[in-house]
């Protein structure tokens, strides 16, 4: 045996060498130094796998921890713990997402994350916590009988890390391999993604499927992996859970994301991972696995860029960025440049992107710098892409999905500059198409504020459905005051009734397959508006009392009746004695998108700096007129009364073309 001078002798020894490596790696020294008094942390994870020669890769991965590690940060404080119960009660079925925040808040105020404090990894995260993390995902790797086929590098970024987000680190690996990976202790797969199926349906064999909801208490980071394992919230949330229990069986995996739709004003996630032979799957929401290219929600969805989560700074693209500029959009700049470019998996129009001189506003200085490609949300420009011209000042943005509106625009000061007016690329010809604002003498008439293409269901159930009027409370033998024609494409139609008879009893009866979808119905004798007693068939789809026949008659458009079986549902009302009926107004099923009285709206046309305001008014009825103004233009109307989902549009024959 050595003697423990020799010991203390060849320890010494070890620890000088591992301090000439960190000075030799610029990256790992520069992490180092930001660490402060955490750097003695840090440094005996170091000295632990530098100390044993068996442990060289444990070493090289400690060292990718390390030096990607800035940057990363989480929230501590009362209100963080306290409200993590929001995600557990999501699993009450019967409250909605709004109630629970609700009597949250009546408990503990509401949530604030000015009230949290913001903790950096590289100043915080302690020596047993990394090593942990570490050994355990060594050996998990190590055991899986498919780890021979997962690559180091691979490892390092889509099965090493210790977390997912931007969520508080916590140690998880032990109690989810615990409760979940126990399904694949004897399978003899050899390939990830077949052992990901197992895990999975073993899970949910065991517990409930996610509730998703879009719907959190507002400024809520990233929940960590134990209040993920509630299995509720975003497609974030459950992308964090599924993350977590693939990676504490083995199973590397990585988190896929659309930053902006390209028709919608929000991103969507989802976590994806490969085979053997290296040919990626997808889970979305807990659900399937499916093949990538099999995966419908995503290569049909229209999105301008999809991008790959990774642990570590992509330091290839920040280093061309800091060539040409220092000033860059948050999404883009060093601590979350964390993403690969993956748009070529998943879309079947991906193009490169050439953007024509005639493009360019004139006037516009030849262009040598950083250019954004930017699309819509909301009234900003939301960059999904940058790209540097070429000294001929080409402009040329690859592997961009075609059916997106864009904008391209230059980027300093914490401001765009546009340098086009918005455009579109056809997804056959590739033919660009402009939207630039043109004044015309001609009035616009708008009856929604988002795309009514979402409800065609709902409007395509309402034709063929039949205003009755009877004499009998059981509608035998029944006169027919009006047929529904055509597809509804306002929230309010007025049909005129003569029919000279009087009705005790009214309804209206959907057609066959509509389950009698209608949102609100008021019955008139002459001016006067008929009440009763409502009447109707009880039961709605949802089996939680949401959308019972009594929801047609409540004054709400934004509530209605969808009943329990497809062909035998229909509302109406006792009206107590007989009535003239003169007059019907109806309301189709929907989304609360339609223009209602009382909205105050605002509307905007394109311009070069933005998006120009041409006025704001209070509507009187179920739709806003505005005179002289452009009918080719892009157009965007902001509801400031009410709901969140809005869209540029233009104007096709006199209809609004929500893009």
Known sequence: MMNSNVIAFLICVATFSVGCSHKENNRLEEALSLAGENRTELEKVLNRYAANPADTLKYRAACFLIENMPGYYYYEGKAL??????????????????????????????????????????????????????????????????????????????????????????????????LYADSLKYTEKDDAVSAAIILRDAILKKRKGPRFTMIRPQGYPNPDAFTADDLNGSCDDVNQFTAFAFRAAGIPCAGDYMPVRGNENVGHSWVSLKNSQNEYYTIDYFGNINYLSDTDANRRATKAKVYRRTFSKNRTMIDK??????????????????????????????????????????????????????????????????????????????????????RVGEYADDTFTFLTDPFTVRKQTREIKTYASREEDKPLVLFSKYSLEGENLFRDRMIGGAFEASANASFRNPDTLFVIKSKPFRLYHRVEISTGKAYRYVRYK?????????????????????????????????????????????????????????????????????????????????????????????????????????????????????????????????????????????????????L
């Open 510 to 658: 959907g057609p066959k397959n509509s389950f009698c979808n209608v949102s609100e119905i008021q019955f008139f004798s002459d001016t006067l508006l008929l009440k009763g007693k409502v009447i109707g068939t009880p039961g709605c789809w949802q089996n939680d009392g949401s959308h019972e026949y009594t929801n047609a008659f409540d004054g709400k458009t934004e509530t209605s009746f969808d009943h329990n079986t497809a062909s035998d549902g229909w509302t109406g009302l006792d009206l107590g004695r007989p009535c003239k009926i003169t007059k019907i107004i109806y309301s189709p099923r929907n989304n609360d998108n339609y223009i209602k009285k009382g909205n105050t709206c605002e509307l905007f046309t394109v311009s070069r700096e933005g998006w120009q305001s041409l006025g704001a008014q209070t509507a009187s009825s179920d739709s806003l007129r505005y005179d002289v103004v452009s009918g080719k233009g892009l157009y965007y109307i902001k509801c400031h009364s009410e709901g969140n989902q809005e869209r540029p549009f233009i104007l096709e024959d006199g209809k609004m073309i929500f």
């Open 81 to 178: 713990d306290d409200w993590a119960v929001y995600f557990k009660c999501l699993d009450d079925n019967a409250k909605k997402p709004e109630e629970i925040i609700d009597s949250l808040s009546s408990i503990y105020g509401a949530f604030d994350v000015g009230s949290l404090k913001i903790k950096y990894d590289i100043e915080t995260l302690d020596s047993a916590f990394l090593c942990d993390n570490i050994d355990r995902a060594f050996e998990t790797w190590r055991e899986v009988p498919w780890g021979k086929s997962i690559s180091f590098a691979d490892f390092c970024e889509y099965l090493l890390p210790y977390r997912f987000g931007n969520e508080k680190p916590v140690a998880w690996r032990k109690k989810y391999r615990e």
């Open 321 to 406: 960025l800091r060539r040409k500029t220092q000033s860059v959009p948050v999404d883009f700049c060093e601590d979350a440049y964390r993403f690969q470019d993956v748009t070529r998996l998943y879309s079947n129009y991906v193009n490169d992107l050439f953007i024509p001189d005639s493009l360019i506003y004139d006037g516009a200085e030849k262009q040598t710098g950083v250019l954004y490609l930017c699309i819509p949300s909301k009234l900003e420009w939301i960059p999904v892409d940058w790209v540097v011209a070429s000294k001929k000042g080409e402009i040329v943005f690859t592997d961009v999905e075609a059916g997106c509106l864009y």
